[in-house]
């Protein structure tokens, strides 16, 4: 299959989704829908919406019915990185290239499209009129999925032990802990949720866990990766910017070489959980290469 | 009835319920869950949750049938308290006597907290093993009531206009815009929800929300008023911080004697919408008297 061609055509489809759902820039409070808009549409690769359709797909779902959560999950992607930004967090000035959301907006309107975007999402899963033919039941699965992965015991709570780790040495154990929350969490929960909107049962929702676990680590230490083999173009931030901070990565851990290696041996775990589909997977598939090959 | 025995005895469920639902100190990350409790536990009322349970009763509901939904609510007002005593935004170092979430914790905790805080509502309102016999249909009404009132068009919308307002002459449409979202969203939107949890139909909905819209409006006129009036001890912040910050108030756009009667006059609307509804309703009348006449 043709991986660039499914996902510049999925990409579109979650472009256009977003514009449609989000509340329009005229819409009062018009400063704040523009702020939300503002980090929406600052040119993000939508993964994890990506990887909800496939998810979808992979058991035979309609890819139409995803696009409600896999706009959600994007909106609460996006508000983790307005919030990440803010200098009582990161304190960082660009983010792909763009001045970050409260350089533009302000702080306090930073922290509030944060907020927005988050329960906004939470409004587009449960609205009724676009709910399409998913089951109520299913419905409040998906919910349940994404916040707890968003939650404090998954996204939030992997931000939080990564802010606390800074500059100090921290084990092994910790720095999965960190990977497998801050940004495995919300993958693993795409790939759930595209499932259940697709209507698998708990086999194929286990092997979509078992693909999702591994691709999102995969994806974090590839990352760790390339902020330090790669170059700021590709990755639309500074080279060596988690080192400067003092922040814990694989690379710095393992070595380059190791985290390389975990990162191919991660890859080819979540192709192996994909091994009960058939050729409706291959977008899963090809994801797992596009994720770690970009660097290792 | 008596309304003080009333608030106190499900003030004091509530209170357990919370207890019960929110990770406790020791789940890791344990200092995020401890953020997220000390604002939790800060000695608020429980206006909202009340209210729920009390709309729940008015229309015949099972009570106990409300208290998850109504410990979500309570999250995702105390989430909105942390967030707005934030430097970034009203800069308070005290709420009800005590350190604000920032000064204990740090401002990046805060910030955290209040984003776990907001997530576990959410978690809590779709978990299935907190759903008791609430039908998934009904689940996801409530999911996208409470949402869409605390989102960018509820009570995130009426914080940035406030803030936008500060310091500025506004006229009347724009502090009725603020004041019903700001404060009102989230209690008309307790209200809806213990309505529907408890089986409303569509008439008894609509004066449930008259009620609602009134009451809502109402507390938030006798509180500008109490800031005005007020003591230190009762609103556990400083008298007079609304005018030396420069926030529109009722009392500062039409004076005292026409705000005061303009939470009078809400409160006997709101009186007057449960005409519908036999003596299952003396709560809510008893909680718009309360709400006024502490202050009017």
New interface residues.
């Given amino acids: 299959m043709d991986l660039n061609a499914y996902l510049k055509h999925h990409l579109a489809r979650v472009e256009r989704a977003l514009d449609h759902y989000l509340?329009d820039e005229e819409?009062?409070?018009a400063?704040?829908?523009k702020a939300?808009r503002y980090s929406v549409f600052a040119g993000g690769k939508r993964l994890r919406p990506v990887l909800m359709i496939a998810a979808c797909e992979t058991v035979g779902g309609d890819t139409a019915s995803v696009l409600p959560a896999a706009c959600a999950m994007e909106m609460i992607h996006t508000?983790s990185l307005i919030?990440d930004d803010?200098p009582?967090?990161d304190d960082d000035d660009f983010r792909r290239g763009r001045p970050t959301n409260h350089k533009v907006f302000?702080?306090?309107?930073a922290?509030?499209a944060?907020?927005?975007l988050?329960?906004?999402a939470?409004?587009l899963?449960?609205?009724?009129n676009f709910?399409g033919s998913i089951?109520?039941?299913i419905?409040?699965?998906v919910?349940?999925t994404l916040?707890?992965c968003?939650?404090?015991?998954g996204m939030?709570?992997g931000?939080?032990?990564d802010?606390?780790s800074e500059g100090k040495e921290i084990n092994f154990p910790t720095l999965e802990?960190i990977h497998t929350r801050k940004t495995g969490a919300l993958m693993l929960a795409a790939i759930q949720a595209g499932g259940l909107i697709g209507g698998a049962g708990d086999e194929a929702l286990a092997s979509l866990t078992r693909y999702g676990e591994a691709a999102g680590l995969a994806f974090q230490i590839a990352d760790d990766v390339l902020d330090v083999v790669g170059d700021q173009q590709v990755l639309g931030k500074n080279v060596g910017s988690d080192q400067a901070r003092g922040k814990a990565t694989y690379p710095a851990l393992l070595g380059l070489d190791a985290a390389r290696s975990r990162a191919l041996e991660l890859r080819d775990l979540a192709i192996e959980a994909l091994d009960p589909f058939g050729d409706q997977a291959d977008p899963l598939r090809g994801i797992a290469h596009y994720i770690v090959d970009r660097t290792c």
């Fill in positions: 509340p819409t009062l409070p400063s704040l829908h939300m508000y919030h803010l009582a967090m302000g702080d306090a309107a922290i509030l944060g907020d927005a988050l329960t906004e939470f409004i899963l449960s609205n009724p709910a089951p109520p039941q419905r409040c699965q919910i349940h916040a707890r968003a939650g404090s015991q939030v709570g931000q939080v032990v802010m606390e802990y």
